[in-house]
Structure formats: C-alpha cells, structure tokens
Antibody, heavy 122, light 110 residues
Framework: EVQLVESGGGLVQPGESLRLSCAASGFTFTNYALTWVRQAPGKGLEWVSVISGSLDYTNYADSVKGRFTISRDRSKNTLYLQMNSLGAEDTAVYFC???????????????WGRGTMVTVSS | QSVLTQPPSVSAAPGQKVTISCSGGSSNIGNNYVSWYQRLPGTAPKLLIYENNKRPSGIPDRFSGSKSGTSATLGVTGLQTGDEADYYCGTWDSNLSAGVFGGGTKLTVL
C-alpha cells in the first residue's frame, strides 16, 4: 500500500524551529517529487515546497523562502521540512504529498498523508 | 489572496450537476496542467482530476475536468450528499517557480 505518514508537529513559540518528517512506503522513493502543502485554520490549501525525485532540485513558496528547507533521506525513505524562525502565520496542518511526476514544475499529487499540526504561539 | 480564483461556494440539489471554475493567468493555468482535489472534513485532500481532464483510477466519471485558455472547470454530475466537501484547483506557476492552489470552493448539496 502506498502511504505517507507525517510526524514532528507540535506547539512552539515564535522564532523557534521545528522539523517535520514524512515516512514514505509502497513506492520507489526516488522516482517521484515530494511536496509539502499546508492549511491554516479556516483557510485554503497553500503549497509550501517541493523536492524532485532524482536530482533533489527544490522550490519554495515566497512565504517560506529562506526560513524552510526541504530535504529527503533515501536510505530512510523519509522526507523532511526544517522550519526556522516560525511565526504565527505558519500555524497550520502540514501535509506531505507525492507527485505523479519525478520533476518539480507540476502540481498533481496522488497520495497524501493525514497531516501534522504545527501551532506557533507564545 | 490566492493566485487562482475560485468561487467561495456553489450549491445544487441531489442528482443535479454543478460546475466549479478556476481562473488564473498565462504563467499558471495558461501554460501548465491543472489538477483538482476534494477535501472532505477531517480527511486528507484527494486527487480527482489531473492533466486538466484525466481521472485517477477509482474516481467515478461523474467528475470531469476541462481547461480553456487561462481558466479551468470541474464538473460534478449526479450530485450526492457525500460530495459535500471543499474543492481546490492547483497548478504550477512558471513565473513564481512554485505550485499554486485556488482558494477553495465549498460544495453544498441541498
């Protein structure tokens, strides 16, 4: 079964850091781009970042550029999102999603995790 | 403010048909494939349409997609109460070098 399971969410104070993980199973990890998408309370989906399947090219939303870093560990079939300088605007459920393609410049995600909640508050 | 524009809500009676529009520009919808997602309360988004009009296996043909110029449309026929959800369009924006979603449309089956 193709599956993505996120972890690492929680409550942090403004300015702190957090690293999210997404464990993948059931598909060839390096054949597909992987993406982080978030949804703030009462808001719509927001695309956050993507990493390509084989060459680790990365792209970021302007709202997180310079603060967030996406990466993957092929030996562990795990995707990461390192989030620094967190602010209240980063409070959201964070989903990892598998792309239909190996490359970044497409936005079609056929497998999603259940999400992990990140709350930034003092 | 989303890059892609969707109506906040649509509604129709059971058995009827509804369409949801998604409007963008030349850097996103105009030159890239569009996908559509269904988000039922408390669940992860589900891919309904990819590459403008293709359905993944398991998605009933009641759901359809189309694209013309810088706009895309999701159609749902034979509405069921179980179709009540939020629907999102998404695509790549070549100028932003980023993925983009519409603001979402809440479908109510009256």
């Amino acid at each position: 079964e193709v599956q993505l399971v996120e972890s690492g969410g929680g409550l942090v104070q403004p300015g702190e850091s957090l690293r999210l993980s997404c464990a993948a199973s059931g598909f060839t990890f390096t054949n597909y781009a992987l993406t982080w998408v978030r949804q703030a309370p009462g808001k719509g989906l927001e695309w956050v970042s993507v990493i390509s399947g084989s060459l680790d090219y990365t792209n970021y939303a302007d709202s997180v550029k310079g603060r967030f870093t996406i990466s993957r560990d092929r030996s562990k079939n795990t995707l990461y999102l390192q989030m620094n300088s967190l602010g209240a605007e980063d409070t959201a459920v964070y989903f990892c999603a598998k792309s239909l393609y190996n490359w970044n410049d497409a936005a079609a995600f056929d497998v999603w995790g259940r999400g992990t909640m990140v709350t930034v508050s003092s | 403010q989303s890059v892609l524009t969707q109506p906040p809500s649509v509604s129709a009676a059971p058995g009827q048909k509804v369409t949801i529009s998604c409007s963008g520009g030349s850097s996103n919808i105009g030159n890239n494939y569009v996908s559509w997602y269904q988000r039922l309360p408390g669940t992860a988004p589900k891919l309904l349409i990819y590459e403008n009009n293709k359905r993944p296996s398991g998605i009933p043909d009641r759901f359809s997609g189309s694209k013309s110029g810088t706009s895309a449309t999701l159609g749902v026929t034979g509405l069921q109460t179980g179709d009540e959800a939020d629907y999102y369009c998404g695509t790549w924006d070549s100028n932003l070098s980023a993925g983009v979603f519409g603001g979402g449309t809440k479908l109510t089956v009256l």
